[in-house]
Antibody, heavy 121, light 109 residues
Framework: EVQLLESGGGLVQPGGSLRLSCAAS????????MSWVRQAPGKGLEWVSGISGSGGHIYYADSVKGRFTISRDNSKNTLYLQMNSLRAEDTALYYC??????????????WGQGTLVTVSS | EIVLTQSPGTLSLSPGERATLSCRAS???????LGWYQQKPGQAPRLLIYGASSRATGIPDRFSGSGSGTDFTLTISRLEPEDFAVYYC??????????FGQGTKVEIK
């Protein structure tokens, strides 16, 4: 059974830092791209960052580029998101999501339950 | 950036009725990269449809997707009580950023 378990969220002051983790199990972690997707309270979904299975290809939304760093440790089956220079608008529930491939299609087939990040003084 | 615009914002229907949800893209999206998700309160999103028209594992056949280019549709043929939720379309194409629509809420009338 595929499981994604996020951790590391919490309350942080503007300008502060947090490191999120997503522990994966139930699939060959290194074979799949992963992403972070966030959802501000009462709002829709926003893709934040993605990383290929090997970690060799990394992508960011403009809203976090230069402040957030995605990485993965395939030996530990864990995805990370280092978040620096946090702003109030980064307040959200952060999900990790596994990429699903079928032929030439792709989507996010499994999601964690999310970890809440609150940026406030 | 490809903007996905979903309509309507809210759909008020009764159980047993048909729901038709629209997702319009600001530029053409390959059908391979268009997906639909369902999200219930307090839960993570769940993949319903990938490749614009293929049902994900375990998804009932009352859910169907169609469309191409810039216009995509999610249809729920007969609403069950558990189908009342928010639905998002998503493009995971070759141009970044990957984007979601703003969501359509299907509520009980």
């Amino acid at each position: 059974e595929v499981q994604l378990l996020e951790s590391g969220g919490g309350l942080v002051q503007p300008g502060g830092s947090l490191r999120l983790s997503c522990a994966a199990s139930g699939f060959t972690f290194s074979s799949y791209a992963m992403s972070w997707v966030r959802q501000a309270p009462g709002k829709g979904l926003e893709w934040v960052s993605g990383i290929s299975g090997s970690g060799g290809h990394i992508y960011y939304a403009d809203s976090v580029k230069g402040r957030f760093t995605i990485s993965r440790d395939n030996s530990k089956n864990t995805l990370y998101l280092q978040m620096n220079s946090l702003r109030a608008e980064d307040t959200a529930l952060y999900y990790c999501a596994k990429t699903f491939y079928y032929a030439s299609s792709r989507s996010f087939d499994y999601w964690g339950q999310g970890t809440l990040v609150t940026v406030s003084s | 950036e490809i903007v996905l615009t979903q309509s309507p914002g809210t759909l008020s229907l009764s159980p047993g009725e048909r729901a038709t949800l629209s997702c319009r893209a600001s530029q053409s999206v390959s059908s391979d990269y268009l997906g639909w998700y369902q999200q219930k309160p307090g839960q993570a999103p769940r993949l319903l449809i990938y490749g614009a028209s293929s049902r994900a594992t375990g998804i009932p056949d009352r859910f169907s997707g169609s469309g191409s280019g810039t216009d995509f549709t999610l249809t729920i043929s007969r609403l069950e009580p558990e189908d009342f939720a928010v639905y998002y379309c998503h493009q995971y194409g070759t141009s970044l950023p990957w984007t979601f629509g703003q969501g359509t809420k299907v509520e009980i009338k």
